[in-house]
Nanobody, 120 residues
Framework: QVQLVESGGGLVQPGGSLRLSCAAS????????MGWYRQAPGKQRELVAA???????NYADSVKGRFTISRDNAKSTVTLQMNSLKPEDTAVYCC??????????????WGQGTQVTVSL
């Protein structure tokens, strides 16, 4: 069974920080890419940040300079460090991973999502 386990969401004041983590488990050989998306009520889901197994990164313009994504290849884990949080960062954040399994198949997976709320 392949699962993505997310953690780190919560309530934080503007200017504060949170760290989200996403760990893939199961019969995984390696990950190709992992990233974080977010969706606020009434808004379309958008890419926040992504990283490949080789370390190449991509960020949304709205978070560049504030958020940092990193990975642990051996653990198939991705971490999103979020600093200088703003109310407009409030959303449900979902982890996405493209994984290669031990049987050589490659599939995409989604986590269940974790709520991030930035408010006084």
């Amino acid at each position: 069974q392949v699962q993505l386990v997310e953690s780190g969401g919560g309530l934080v004041q503007p200017g504060g920080s949170l760290r989200l983590s996403c760990a893939a488990s199961g019969s995984i050989f390696s990950f190709n890419a992992m990233g974080w998306y977010r969706q606020a009520p009434g808004k379309q889901r958008e890419l926040v940040a992504a990283i490949t197994s080789g370390g190449d990164t991509n960020y949304a313009d709205s978070v560049k300079g504030r958020f940092t994504i990193s990975r642990d290849n051996a653990k198939s884990t991705v971490t999103l460090q979020m600093n200088s949080l703003k109310p407009e960062d409030t959303a449900v954040y979902c982890c996405n991973a493209v994984l290669t399994l031990v049987d050589s198949t490659t599939l995409g997976y989604w986590g269940q999502g974790t709520q991030v709320t930035v408010s006084l």
